[in-house]
């Protein structure tokens, strides 16, 4: 059980702020700063004046937010802001004019790389594991093959480098680049460099070594981003855990290179987007006037008159539910939110604790499928696969003669929930691609909606 006593400066500074304000300044610049590295957007003075070169700016926001997959506006809107600001890696998202749809490749596919200095944020045997696995990723899926090797020049050399480090790609400025690589090719090429200003880890706090490196690999390699979030091979960091490649990544390092003699087996998809029919939660709740909805390691997030659905990594706030959610719920009349992850997870002192002692559960409970804090009453109702308990928040005890049949307190519902919250008295459950409206005090449903009901999509 966790409980996450969301203190001011989390959520004010963190969530809350209104994006008009925090950006209203730096929008202009942020977003020339973008175009100019990623999209080659080339500004300067021009005679044609003012006019052309923001008809160049649009123009450019349309082929970066085509690329994402946002909607194409080619006005910085509050998505293209959010991933504008993301952490990411510095290599251009459109190849350079003097390219094309050429891309470059390794004649041969027996390659070399040398590691040329460590970071002292992890101990040397975690760095050269990082790196070897990186490489090994890329030669399970294709028909490459590489050695280490420790003196001379190397394919692809790689080091640990801060500031400006020669080669006109300096660390440190505007933007929030975390690595780079190099094209394949002689000197320069395939060579990686990461920030050592950044903090390089092996677990899921940023940024995970393994993961950066593994993507910069693969432009060592020759592959250029992809616009789909889930890739490994798209642009902004997201930590998904150590199973890297999907089959996108795969179809492109197979397309320049021929594929693995094993099969390989790619990443299901895991961050959930808010418009896709698919999409199903792991728990739901409200904070602070804003709806959670979250799925693996990641949720989404909306705001009043201003349903976006943000997505956000769970350990960006809670670092400790880095293996994600099962259920969650808000008491807002003493401002604490409770987490449930399996029997236990870890975050307050004193917490975590087990559902058993602090909450009276059987010791058959293994897990919770989703929590709902109803504030009139002061009531918390858990659902455990098809029945469901009742804890009064204020004798911080478990009423009797529960647990009861959802089928009994809650019919038509269902045997079993994913996610349950609760907004102006009515409970909204979630099981399967089914959203239902409940009115808990006639025991009926009131409407059955769609999924994505929160979030702004169309004809969905
Ligand atoms: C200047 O304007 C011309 C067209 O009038 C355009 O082709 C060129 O890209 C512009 N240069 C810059 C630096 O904006
Ligand atoms: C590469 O494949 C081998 C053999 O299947 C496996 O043991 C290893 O973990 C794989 N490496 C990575 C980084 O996926
Ligand atoms: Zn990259
Ligand atoms: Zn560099």
Redesign the pocket.
Known sequence: LHKAHITPDLVFVMIHLPHSFMHLFDNHLITANYLRKYYHLRTGTNRSGRQRSSSLVTEKLKQMQAFFGLKVTGKVDADTLTLMRQPRCGVPDVAPYALGERTLRWEHTHLTYRLENYTPDLPRADVDSAID?AF??W??ASALTFTRVFEGQADIMISFVRGDHNDNNPFGGPGNIIAHAFPPGGGIGGDVHFDEDKRWTKDFRNFNLYHVAAHEVGHSLGLMHDGDIESLMFSSYNYYGDNLLTQRDIDAIQALYGPSK?PIQPRERQVPQACESKLTFDAITEIRGELYFFKNRFFLRTRPFYKTGELGAITDFWVPLSRGVDAAYEVASRDEVFFFKGKASGMRQGYPKDIYHSLGFPHTVKSIDAAVHEEETGKTYFFVASKYWRYDENTRSMDTGFPKEIAHGFPGIGKKVDAVFQERGFFYFFRGKRQYKFDPHTKRILTILNINSWFNCRNK
Do not use: A, V
Request: no cysteine; charged share 15%; glycine share 0%.
């Open positions: 696995r090994q990723l030669s399970n094993n």
